[in-house]
Each structure stands twice: as structure tokens, then as C-alpha cells.
């Protein structure tokens, strides 16, 4: 599963707000080298989530609409894609009639909680450092790949050839012990 560009640029858009107490839309696009106009539907959709609170006049601008604390990477997401899901058999209901005996959907369950999990990390623990990724260890010297932010075979961080065997989160450096950005990876 990929992020959208929109998902993405409102991560980066709520993060560098975080950083303010308060904050043009001009100068957010600015900071973020993004286009204003879609920089103004992120924030107006952010906005109606309750995410960001939008001020007009002199003083205006775009500031949290709640503490960074609590508001998850999972929260930002979903309010401008909609809920995340592998597929639908981890929708409440089911959207799959196989769901019961299908082999592969504990295997989907588990890859999605593990997502989520990854994904309820607060604001203020990306902004603080502490979200819990960026001291992560591999559990073997298989090189990250590239283009895909796991491990070729061996796995990574109680992975199994990618697909998560446990609730910790995904490396963020390399074996060579280099920052890795998933989101930065195109």
C-alpha cells in the first residue's frame, strides 16, 4: 500500500504546522515547496476533520486544532484518504465471504494491525524523536531494499520476508547505518 501525494503532503504540511504556533498557508506551501492551491485543499480538509484550525485577517493563518499529542500519523492519513485497509476481508464487516477459510487473512489481519499500529504514533513523538522507529535494529545484516523499505529475505525488525510477525515498527536505517525515509523513496 502507498500513501497518495495527498496523504503525503498533509503529513508534511500537519508536521511543519506542529512546528508553529501559527503559520500562513502561503508560507506553509513556501516551507514545503508545495503548490499553494493544494496546499489550500489540504488545510481546508484537514480542517473540517478538526485536525488544523484556519484563522483569517491580519493575525491569521493555520495552527493545530488539537495538541500534537493527540493527533496520529493514522488520524492526518485517513482524514484526506479515507480509512487505510490492505483489503477488504479487514473491513468491520468483512467484505469477503472467503474471510473464514481463506488462509491468507490472518496473514492480512496481522500485516494490517501491524500498519496500524505503526501509524497511531503521535504528533509529538514524530516532531520529539521518540516515535520508536528511528532507534530500530535489523535482525540481520540483509540490506534494506530500495525501493521497497524491507528486507530482501531475511526480514526485518520481527518481519518475515516484509510481512510483520510482530508490532515493531519498520527500520528507518540501513544496514550501513544511513537515515532511510520510506516516504522519501519514489
Given amino acids: 500500500m502507498e500513501l497518495t501525494r495527498q496523504a503525503d503532503y498533509a503529513l508534511r504540511c500537519v508536521l511543519e504546522t506542529a512546528r508553529h504556533e501559527r503559520i500562513s498557508a502561503k508560507e506553509l506551501a513556501n516551507r514545503q515547496s508545495l503548490s499553494p492551491s493544494f496546499v489550500g485543499k489540504i488545510v481546508s480538509t484537514l480542517a473540517r476533520a478538526g485536525?488544523?484550525?484556519?484563522?483569517?485577517?491580519?493575525?491569521?493563518?493555520?495552527?493545530?486544532?488539537?495538541?500534537?499529542?493527540?493527533?496520529?500519523?493514522?488520524?492526518?492519513v485517513e482524514a484526506v484518504q479515507g480509512p487505510i485497509r490492505l483489503n477488504r476481508c479487514v473491513r468491520t464487516p468483512p467484505a469477503c465471504a472467503l474471510v473464514e477459510t481463506?488462509?491468507?487473512?490472518?496473514?492480512?489481519?496481522?500485516?494490517?494491525?501491524?500498519?496500524?499500529?505503526?501509524?497511531s504514533v503521535s504528533l509529538e513523538e514524530v516532531l520529539d524523536g521518540a516515535a520508536g522507529v528511528a532507534t530500530s535494529a535489523h535482525v540481520d545484516d540483509t540490506p534494506v531494499s530500495p525501493?521497497?523499505?524491507?528486507?530482501?529475505?531475511?526480514?526485518?525488525?520481527?518481519?518475515?520476508?516484509?510481512?510483520a510477525t510482530s508490532h515493531s515498527a519498520?527500520?528507518?536505517?540501513?544496514?550501513?547505518?544511513?537515515p532511510y525515509c520510506p516516504a522519501a523513496v519514489r
Fill in 51 to 76: 485536525i488544523l484550525e484556519t484563522h483569517r485577517g491580519a493575525s491569521g493563518g493555520v495552527q493545530l486544532g488539537r495538541p500534537a499529542a493527540t493527533i496520529s500519523v493514522l488520524d492526518v
Fill in 147 to 163: 525501493t521497497r523499505g524491507t528486507a530482501h529475505a531475511g526480514g526485518v525488525n520481527g518481519t518475515a520476508g516484509g510481512v
Fill in 102 to 119: 481463506c488462509a491468507l487473512s490472518p496473514v492480512i489481519h496481522a500485516a494490517q494491525d501491524a500498519m496500524v499500529t505503526a501509524l
Fill in 170 to 178: 519498520p527500520a528507518t536505517t540501513s544496514t550501513s547505518g544511513q
